[in-house]
């Protein structure tokens, strides 16, 4: 909400055509400007009198034109915030004022019975420039009723009574008026006089509002007898009257480029169309059918985007509305064009067109016509007709009745259902009917009803779309997938790979066979997509206009061939790099295909967690080297001894030194040399627990003795030798314990405590791992791309062939061998272990290479595809032309908003690299890009950069001299292109780099420096305070030059000393004192002594 307006009603708004601004004007007396993105106001403008009744904003200049009970106009520059002229004339409250759309012309009614035309073609040679300022002088606020800069060019008198709303035509000379006489009143008028040319009689109470559609030759108005009423221009008679029960219709406006038109009642708002945007069109083939301007035009898509007039469609009943509905094209007559227009005036009707297929430009094909609530083609020379009585009659190309029959169900409407086939439309129940047969196929249920139906190219599957829903079948009404969208679905077309590509009000959209779906990209305005092909999208606009436009298919493609199983395709799309992202490893993670993200996922640590969430222990194991972290090693360590991965468990343990750990992990496995040497290692190591543990572990009670021995535990260890009959001990312990006798404590039934055995041991040559019940590669066997089941695909074309991967499976399929290239060596990283040998370096696996299969011819890459090949930079990207990949990538990195001031900078990096030459008559000219490293037969080459370094500095010197000039509207403009040209520039080197940076710190500092004071200088006399403000936060910017910040120190003192403020000025002049500035302070010093 926007509530700063007080003490009564807000009567006008205004939005701004293209800034983000609305105006208000309300009983207050006051005229507020708000950001509608900011949500408040920037500013107020008083200066009338009395209540405003209307406000607007010109489409050009920086003019807000008002009008006001107090009888005057005025006119104001909301750019320098002051009123500009003041128009004098009425002598009653003036009701509305309105700038002409093309001239400079002024419209305005009163209450005085008046309609005036004011001519500012005067105000607009002295007022257009921005940094206008008020009026002054004699023909300013000076004299307010004085001013000659607008002056009355025409009195318009016929009204009986006050005039309310008058309103001028987009193109022609005409104006229209609405009065509390109930009369509306259509004016002519050329460069001498205007006069009266019509009276439109119908409201039976006051006028409110009347206007000329922007589109249409109607008028359109609202009255206090809670009508809106539709005129037409031409004939100058009413058309069609809308009634509201209990409201009265006060205010009317339409929008300038679509249908849609608003009126404002008692109650509230309303908006909604006269008529429907949507353009009756068919794609077969290459070929589009569309109806433009009422004619019926033929375009080969592959060839123009305009094509041949083939016939002539029937007049429409009336200026608001066309009448007509859809246009059909007969997809089963190869032979001819045979094409159906059906219209909805007459209570429904038809028209056949029947050509031949070669059109020439005289080619005008009659239509036969006939009567009907719905039509469709069902064979090569047949058509069906739903006729009022509810029957459907099969008729033949000479529009003569073949056959009739009553439908199974009360139908609503008819579609196209495949060759001898219809689907019938009953409420949400479509049924496929078969005509020969006579009976039923299947039946489906759409939620909203059906409006459109969608068949595919070689009619195997089918859209059927409501305003909300759509559902994907078979060419037998199968059921295969259905979706809800919440904003409205507009169009759809099937492409050549079976996937649906549809359009939404704000989106193009795309539906996979099996049902996954997401947003290609957003849409400025609706679109009907009428043919997807070749990874092109053909569409028709609102204004009827057929486009053609690259589809960015990459991320559609990549899951569909992942579903089908391609997986050649699916290595294609994964090494082109276009698709990335967390969305596509969870996709992938979904699909069960997690081995087919780790192709692509370059962060080492999410690599390392995708393998390990799904066991692939070699991949783990290079991500956790290129990591080195302990966490991960552990975690790793985990894996691979669940795994029973013996080499990577030890290889972990000896890189986290994790003792216990492995002399345990030699225990189980048996590797008692390995044990020996662990003890060796807790001897050096000086380590009495692990050396106990290792001696026990190994069964080596000779150890075991003298480690107590060592320790003090003189009576364990004599014990320990008595027990096990180490006679070479117990003398030398019995005479240490001075006559103690520990026999006693020995139990009878005491036996060897020996260390277990080992199931089985590893042989010589063997790795050691553990035997498992099944591979490792058996375990994931289920997730490799060569052995998952195909799922049937409804979709799959009827002459397609599934492909064969049995050949070229190898490339993924052995994962777990590739991935354990490299070899492991146990101990390699054990820096405090001296030259003990722990064992042999693990032996690395043997990959054999994959074969080679048929032959193929491939073309050479282009100089563009080899520099984005090795270096995908935004400059990169730029010079290569692919702009909007370059803006992904900005949007990615740097979270880009508005790309507008990008453009120029865009162009101008990709011209630099362009380098033509002419070619002969009648050819093109050969285009060669600029290399700043190697040469077209190189491998690796580097595109010519526009915005280097250097490039950057100068730029950034040029403002700073600027700056220096005080040019600071200038400088700013230099500084903002210097900083919005660095993300295009690449580093060449350290230095480039670490220069680029500081860049960007310099730029941003000299642009907030430059904004302050150009927002300064812009600043009334009176606004003295924010002149202090801004003056000091001159001073806090960190700009490069010690001369400007001795200047903006400077300025500061003197602004603040001629507003008074000592103590301000006395910090700022400390500053001064303390600071160092070489020649130009001391002299600035010296002056002030």
Not at 54 to 69: A, G, Q, R
Request: glycine content about 8%; hydrophobic content about 40%.
């Amino acid at each position: 909400k926007f509530e700063e307006h007080e003490g009564g009603p807000v009567r006008g708004v205004g939005f701004h055509m293209t800034q983000p601004l609305f105006v208000s004007g309300g009983d207050d007396y006051k005229i507020k400007v708000w950001n509608y993105k900011m949500r408040r106001c920037i500013f107020t403008l008083l200066g009338h009198l009395d209540y405003i009744r209307t406000v607007e904003f010109h489409d050009e200049y920086p003019w807000i034109l008002s009008s006001s009970d107090d009888q005057t106009i005025r006119i104001w520059n909301w750019q320098s915030r002051a009123c500009i002229a003041v128009l004098t004339g009425h002598n009653h409250y003036v009701m509305c004022a309105h700038f002409h759309p093309k001239e400079d012309l002024i419209v305005s009614a009163s209450l005085d019975q008046t309609v005036r035309v004011w001519d500012t073609s005067g105000l607009r040679e002295k007022r257009v420039s921005i940094g206008s300022g008020g009026p002054s002088g004699p023909q300013g606020g000076g004299d307010v009723f004085g001013t000659s800069d607008a002056v009355v060019k025409y009195v318009l008198e016929g009204h009986e009574r006050g005039v309310n709303w008058a309103s001028f035509h987009p193109t022609l000379p005409l104006i229209v008026s609405g009065a509390d006489d109930r009369l509306i009143k259509l004016w002519r008028m050329n460069d001498s006089k205007a006069w009266e040319v019509d009276t439109l009689r119908g409201h039976f109470n006051n006028v409110s509002c009347c206007l000329f559609h922007p589109k249409k030759d109607l008028i359109l108005s609202n009255s206090e007898d809670r009508t809106i009423r539709v005129w037409d221009v031409t004939r100058r008679t009413g058309i069609h009257t809308f009634r509201r029960e209990n409201d009265r219709f006060w205010v009317l406006v339409a929008h300038r480029s679509s249908n849609l038109v608003a009126v404002g009642h008692d109650a509230g708002m309303v908006v909604f169309k006269l008529d429907c945007e949507r353009p009756l069109a068919q794609s077969h083939g290459n070929h589009l059918y569309v109806v433009q301007d009422r004619d019926v035009h033929v375009i080969d898509l592959d060839k123009q985007l305009t094509g041949k007039q083939m016939a002539s469609c029937r007049r429409a009943s009336n200026a608001m509305t066309s009448g007509m509905k859809s246009l059909q094209f007969n997809v089963h007559n190869p032979s001819e064009i045979n094409a159906l227009v059906f219209y909805t005036q007459d209570e429904g009707c038809y028209d056949l067109f029947v050509g031949p297929n070669q059109l020439s430009g005289d080619t005008h094909v009659s239509a036969k016509q006939g009567t009907a609530k719905a039509v469709t083609f069902t064979a090569r020379n047949r058509f069906a007709v739903l006729q009022h009585s509810g029957s459907i009659g099969i008729y033949n190309l000479q529009n003569e009745l073949s056959k009739k029959f009553d439908p199974p169900m009360p139908t609503d409407y008819i579609f196209q259902g495949g060759n001898n086939r219809i689907l019938l439309k009953s409420e949400e129940k479509i049924v496929m009917y078969d005509l020969t047969a006579r009976k039923v196929v299947d039946e489906v249920v759409v939620a909203g009803g059906v409006r459109y139906t969608i068949w595919s190219q070689n009619g195997q599957y089918v859209a059927l779309m409501s305003k909300h829903n759509v559902l994907l079948a078979g060419k037998n009404l199968e059921y295969y997938h259905s979706f809800h969208e919440n904003i409205r679905v507009k169009s759809g077309a099937w492409d050549e790979n079976g996937v649906f590509i549809y359009s939404t009000l704000s989106h193009v959209k795309y539906c996979l066979p099996n049902g996954d779906s997401g947003i290609i990209y957003s849409l400025a305005i609706p679109i009907y997509i009428m043919r997807v092909h070749k990874q092109f999208i053909y569409f028709i606009d609102r204004e009827h206009n057929v486009n053609k436009q690259r589809l960015n298919s990459s991320e559609y493609l990549f899951k569909l061939a992942l579903h089908r199983r391609q997986f050649n395709d699916v290595k294609m799309w994964i090494t082109n790099g276009r698709i990335c992202g967390n969305a596509v490893i969870g996709y992938l993670k979904q699909k069960g295909f997690p081995e087919v993200a780790l192709h692509f996922v370059e962060d080492q640590q999410t690599r390392f967690n995708l393998a390990l969430e799904y066991g692939h222990i070699e991949e783990a194991m290079t991500a956790a080297q290129e990591i080195n972290e302990p966490a991960s090693w552990n975690r790793l360590g985990l894996e691979a001894l669940r795994q029973g991965n013996q080499q990577i468990v030890e290889m972990v343990y000896q890189k986290t030194k994790n003792f216990d750990a492995l002399s345990f992990l030699y225990l189980i496995t048996g590797d008692i040399n390995k044990l020996k040497k662990m003890l060796k290692i807790a001897e050096m190591r000086q380590d009495v627990m692990s050396r106990f543990n290792n001696a026990l572990m190994l069964g080596a009670i000779d150890e075991r003795v003298k480690i107590m021995a060592e320790m003090g535990q003189i009576p364990l260890a004599a014990l320990t030798a008595k027990a096990h009959n180490l006679t070479e001990y117990v003398a030398k312990l019995e005479e240490q314990l001075e006559g103690t006798d520990v026999s006693a404590h020995i139990p009878g039934n005491a036996r060897l405590l020996a260390p277990p055995v080992p199931l089985c041991r590893p042989k010589a040559g063997d790795p050691g791992n553990w035997p498992l019940l099944r591979s490792v590669k058996q375990i994931f066997e289920k997730t490799t791309f060569e052995n998952v089941p195909l799922p049937p695909d409804n979709f799959m074309d009827a002459m397609e062939e599934p492909e064969q991967t049995e050949k070229d499976a190898g490339m993924w399929g052995d994962d777990d061998v590739t991935a354990a290239a490299a070899p492991v060596v146990a101990g390699a990283d054990w820096g405090d272990m001296g030259d003990l040998d722990l064992g042999e370096d693990l032996p690395a696996v043997d990959v054999a290479p994959v074969a080679e299969h048929g032959s193929t011819l491939t073309v050479a890459d282009s100089l563009e595809g080899k520099w984005l090949r090795s270096r995908k930079l935004p400059a990169d990207l730029v010079a290569a032309g692919e702009f909007e990949e370059a803006l992904g990538l900005l949007k990615r990195r740097l979270g880009l908003i508005n790309a507008d001031p990008l453009e120029p900078l865009f162009k101008e990096a990709y011209w630099a690299t362009r380098s033509s030459l002419p070619g002969p008559p009648q050819a093109p000219s050969l285009k060669w890009p600029l290399l700043a490293e190697g040469n077209p037969k190189s491998r690796d080459v580097v595109p010519v950069i526009r915005f280097t370094s250097k490039a950057i500095i100068e730029k950034v010197k040029e403002g700073q001299k600027l700056t220096t000039g005080a040019k600071f509207a200038d400088a700013l403009g230099i500084f903002r292109s210097a900083l919005q040209a660095i993300p295009l520039s690449a580093a060449t080197d350290a230095t480039d780099e670490k220069n680029l940076l500081d860049m960007i710190e310099c730029a941003r500092e000299y642009v907030n420096f430059t904004r302050l004071e150009v927002a300064r200088k812009q600043l009334g006399p009176e606004a003295i305070q924010r002149n202090i403000e801004m003056a000091a936060y001159l001073t806090c910017c960190k700009v490069q030059s010690k001369t400007h910040q001795f200047l903006a120190l400077q300025l500061a003192i003197g602004v603040s000393f001629k507003a008074q403020n000592f103590v301000t000025a006395a910090s700022f002049a400390r500053r001064v004192v303390q600071g160092s500035w070489g020649d130009q302070g001391a002299g600035f010093l010296g002056e002030g002594g």
